[in-house]
């Protein structure tokens, strides 16, 4: 059974940063691409960021120039670090994977920046 850990969540004043953290457990077969979504309520699930196998990044334009994804193909794990955070920002984070046959998510961590 493949479970995504996630870590890093929390409270934090705006211009603060936060770094996410997602390890894969359990046999995960052939991961293609590796991200961050998030939701805020009332709100869909939103693409923050994706990672490829060949490091090759995309943001979404509101994290652009703030946010950073990297990976870990050894240990399979995505991290995202967040810096200069908004209110704005106050979501609950997503990691996501998807393999050559299906998709993976995480249980979500709340992210939450105080103004």
């Known amino acids: 059974q493949v479970q995504l850990v996630e870590s890093g969540g929390g409270l934090v004043q705006a211009g603060g940063s936060l770094r996410l953290s997602c390890a894969v457990v359990?046999?995960?077969?052939?991961?293609?691409?590796m991200g961050w979504y998030r939701q805020a309520p009332g709100k869909p699930r939103e693409l923050v960021a994706h990672i490829t196998n060949g490091g090759s990044a995309n943001y979404a334009d509101s994290v652009k120039g703030r946010f950073a994804i990297s990976r870990d193909n050894a240990k399979n794990t995505v991290y995202l670090q967040m810096d200069s955070l908004k209110p704005e920002d106050t979501c609950v984070y997503y990691c996501w994977i998807r393999t050559t046959w299906t998709n993976y998510w995480g249980q979500g961590t709340q992210v939450t920046v105080s103004s």
């Open positions: 359990g046999n995960i077969g052939s991961i293609i691409v």
